[in-house]
């Protein structure tokens, strides 16, 4: 698609009418006032074996095949405030009403466009082949202003005729005349850390720090540096951030194949740059997206929505279990519980007929204070880890994978248990894996985390707290417990606050 030459300059004298003049000086780390905000958002690039214009044939897809706005409904129900549309996945012709309409859906649906991408390569000699590419850069830009995108993805490119230095020295000269375009729609474009020149951040950053333009960064992707220490150059990079891509795997130079990244220590590097502004899960691992991808979106939406559970996991903290004996615990007296030992430091509760458990004798407060222990299921398939504790005059139990395997909440508020009250939320247990829990117990607050991901936020203030009835009632004040699983908890603590 392109503009008709009249729609075009009116579009242009629109926003040239806004557009600053251009900074003498070069990119800068940015300077945002406030503390870190993140909007979440998702790549379609992530489903991109199901979208139209796809290289895997339709027939191989045909059960799962979405459009655009089939995207958009993916974004909007799971979590994201936000869908970046890439280029690559709409049609060669698209027409700017087709673009207007997929803006009038989103925006019906609740989702902001939060950016677009292209593929372009910028390391190129003077000639045609690299007129093209800067030409066609800037038809995707007028595409991004009708779709109302603030950001664009670009590439700088790589070359077999150029050698590095002169590679660089084309790639700026042509991103600073794409920069001028585009800021005149208002435009940012964002610069990915993709190999080649800017395969590490030294000279991402040479190229960033030279391009002459304020809208201009770069478009941080967490999965693209195979650095000795990825997670230090993302952080080396990130204060020059305007986008960022978020990846499920991280590969060290040094690995022989792909990590789990780990989101937590992602969104802290975002936190600590200051990043205020949109985070795409671009999703590129083996699993299927439609089961793979609405946890992660999930587990993001808790870790950018508080920084709390990253910044209290520190404090004056009291050991529980010493790891080694059962000091201060005793065996709960259920009628059909299995063993319980410890091992390596690790409390195992065997699987019982119907609960197992340990109950805590020592001192114990009863109001303002957290609790923090690793549990892992090892066999079985409901609760492997039920902690029963005091708030207040009352007693409750967080439950973690419970009624078959997957509820995690609270028994009980107004006599409804963690499967039927505000609490409850379904989750995804995979055995023999560590998850860590934190308790808090405060005055009209009752909340919780799973890895760093709060999951029970409730206001208990004129509600009726209890335990659900029966043997778990056993399990007061304090006990941990399992249905009908054996499970390993470790690095039991408490503080007061």
């Not at 000086?25 to 006032?33: L, M, Q, S």
């Not at 390596?344 to 114990?364: F, S, V």
Request: proline fraction near 5%.
């Amino acid at each position: 698609m392109s503009l008709s030459r009249r729609h075009f300059l009116q579009l242009s004298a629109a926003a040239a009418s806004f557009a600053a003049v251009r900074p003498l000086r070069a990119i800068e780390p940015f300077n945002r006032p406030g503390t870190a905000r993140m909007g979440l958002s998702m790549a379609a690039y992530s489903f991109r074996q199901y979208l139209p214009e796809s290289k895997k044939s339709a027939a191989e897809n045909a059960d799962k095949k979405l459009d655009m706005k089939g995207f958009i409904d993916l974004c909007a129900n799971n979590h994201c405030t936000g869908a970046e549309l890439t280029s690559y996945y709409f049609p060669k012709d698209v027409t700017k009403e087709q673009l207007i309409d997929l803006r009038r859906y989103a925006f019906l649906r609740g989702v902001a466009v939060s950016g677009t991408s292209v593929g372009n390569n910028f390391a190129l000699p003077a000639g045609p082949a690299r007129d093209a590419e800067i030409a066609s850069v800037k038809s995707w830009i007028e595409k991004a202003a009708i779709l109302g995108a603030p950001h664009i993805r670009i590439f700088a490119g790589a070359s077999k005729e150029l050698e590095a230095g002169a590679a660089r020295k084309m790639c700026i000269s042509a991103i600073e005349e794409v920069c001028d375009y585009a800021g005149q729609f208002g435009i940012f474009l964002g610069l990915e850390n993709h190999g080649g020149i800017v395969a590490e951040p030294e000279g991402l950053l040479e190229i960033v720090k030279a391009v002459k333009s304020k809208w201009f960064g770069v478009n941080l992707d967490t999965g693209n540096f195979h650095t000795a220490d990825p997670y230090a150059s993302l952080a080396q990079c990130a204060p020059y951030a305007v986008n960022v891509q978020i990846k499920t795997e991280i590969k060290p130079a040094a690995a022989a194949a792909n990590q789990p990244a780990d989101l937590v220590r992602l969104i802290k590097i975002l936190r600590d740059a200051n990043y205020q502004g949109w985070v795409a899960l671009e999703y590129e691992a083996k699993e299927d997206p439609y089961t793979a991808v609405p946890p992660v979106l999930a587990t993001l939406a808790g870790l950018m929505q508080s920084p709390a559970p990253i910044a209290a996991a520190a404090g004056n903290w009291t050991p529980m279990f010493d790891g080694k004996t059962m000091k201060n615990w005793k065996v709960t007296g259920f009628g059909g519980a299995g063993e319980v030992s410890i091992k390596d430091g690790e409390l195992i509760l065997e699987m019982g007929n119907d609960i197992t458990g340990a109950n805590y004798t020592g001192e114990l407060p009863t109001m303002n204070y957290e609790v923090s222990l690793e549990a892992k299921r090892i066999t079985g398939s409901d609760f492997f880890c039920g902690l029963t504790f005091p708030i207040g005059e009352a007693h409750m139990t967080l439950i973690v994978g419970g009624w078959g395997g997957s509820v995690m909440g609270v028994s009980s508020i107004n006599g409804d248990d963690a499967s039927e009250n505000e609490s409850t939320q379904f989750k995804k247990f995979e055995s023999n894996k560590w998850y860590k829990i934190r308790l808090k117990v405060s005055k009209d607050k009752l909340e919780a985390w799973l890895d760093d991901e709060q999951t029970v936020n409730v206001d208990t203030k004129d509600k009726k707290l209890s335990m659900r009835p029966g043997e778990i009632e056993e399990s007061m004040p304090f006990g941990l417990a399992t249905y009908r699983t054996k499970a390993a908890l470790r690095n039991i603590q408490i503080r007061k606050f």
